[in-house]
């Protein structure tokens, strides 16, 4: 056999040899394009199975609508309200917050001065004149202040005004969430203080979905809002 004849032999079994690898990548490529076909089917019938869910869910929610919607308003309503009645002890509590006594919630000087959470948070320099006037009406709420002591404002401590070389003694601080639950072992939430940042009482999700909690710190006093 000619070396003429081995070369032509040599070069068609490498050119057989490149095409079964060419077909085999085309083969892989063709079954990743399959499986991921299969998957995006799966996922639309996923997504049409949510679609369904969702519209059957807004249809019952619909009819509960047409058939009673003064529950529904009353639902919202109230919600709101609280939403309302939490940035507005959150506002107060940044002004007044340290001359209350220990676990007196701002709430308790609303009702000496008749105050009811509006749509604007009130100005700080008329919070300090409503608290005069409640500290006037019910002293018993705020802590004892000496003759000429200014106001302690938000940052001063639950036991008043400390002297200069005493060390701070702030009450326990938690994140929001830690009042939800109980059980054995249940922390004392009269001393510790659930704290939230400004940008978290201005989201509603966020304050729809720790109401309970949020409620809870604001009616024992323990709410603490701070900066970022």
Same mark, same amino acid.
């Given at each position: 056999?000619?070396?003429?004849?081995?070369?032509?032999?040599?070069?068609?079994?490498?050119?057989?040899?490149?095409?079964?690898?060419?077909?085999?990548?085309?083969?892989?490529?063709?079954?990743?394009?399959?499986?991921?076909?299969?998957?995006?089917?799966?996922?639309?019938?996923?997504?049409?199975? =949510? %679609?369904?869910?969702?519209?059957?869910? *807004?249809?019952?929610? $619909? /009819?509960?609508? +047409? !058939?009673? &919607?003064?529950?529904? #308003?009353?639902?919202?309503?109230?919600?709101?309200?609280?939403?309302?009645?939490?940035?507005?002890?959150?506002?107060?509590?940044?002004?007044?917050?340290?001359?209350?006594?220990?676990?007196?919630?701002?709430?308790?000087?609303?009702?000496?001065?008749?105050?009811?959470?509006?749509? =604007? %948070?009130?100005?700080?320099?008329?919070? *300090?004149?409503?608290? $005069? /006037?409640?500290? +006037? !009406?019910? &002293?018993?709420?705020? #802590?004892?202040?000496?003759?000429?002591?200014?106001?302690?404002g938000p940052d001063a401590g639950l036991g008043?005004?400390?002297?200069?070389?005493a060390p701070p003694t702030p009450p326990t601080?938690?994140?929001?969430?830690?009042?939800?639950?109980?059980?054995?072992?249940?922390?004392?939430?009269?001393?510790?203080?659930?704290?939230?940042? *400004?940008?978290?009482?201005?989201?509603?999700?966020?304050?729809?979905?720790?109401?309970?909690?949020?409620?809870?710190?604001?009616?024992?006093?323990?709410?603490?809002?701070r900066d970022e």
């Amino acid at each position: 056999m000619s070396d003429a004849l081995l070369a032509r032999i040599a070069t068609l079994q490498g050119e057989v040899a490149a095409l079964k690898a060419e077909a085999k990548g085309h083969r892989l490529k063709a079954r990743r394009r399959r499986e991921e076909q299969a998957d995006l089917a799966r996922q639309l019938e996923g997504a049409r199975g =949510e %679609l369904r869910r969702l519209a059957a869910e *807004r249809d019952d929610l $619909t /009819a509960r609508l +047409d !058939a009673d &919607p003064g529950e529904w #308003r009353e639902r919202y309503e109230a919600a709101a309200r609280d939403l309302r009645g939490l940035k507005h002890a959150a506002h107060w509590a940044q002004v007044i917050g340290g001359d209350l006594a220990e676990k007196v919630p701002v709430a308790k000087v609303w009702e000496q001065v008749g105050y009811q959470p509006g749509d =604007e %948070l009130p100005d700080p320099d008329q919070i *300090r004149q409503w608290a $005069t /006037a409640a500290r +006037d !009406a019910a &002293p018993y709420l705020f #802590r004892p202040r000496g003759a000429g002591e200014p106001p302690a404002g938000p940052d001063a401590g639950l036991g008043g005004p400390q002297p200069p070389d005493a060390p701070p003694t702030p009450p326990t601080q938690y994140q929001v969430g830690v009042f939800d639950g109980g059980g054995r072992g249940r922390r004392d939430v009269g001393t510790d203080r659930l704290v939230v940042t *400004r940008s978290q009482m201005q989201d509603p999700g966020f304050m729809l979905r720790h109401t309970r909690a949020l409620a809870a710190a604001s009616a024992a006093g323990t709410l603490t809002i701070r900066d970022e």
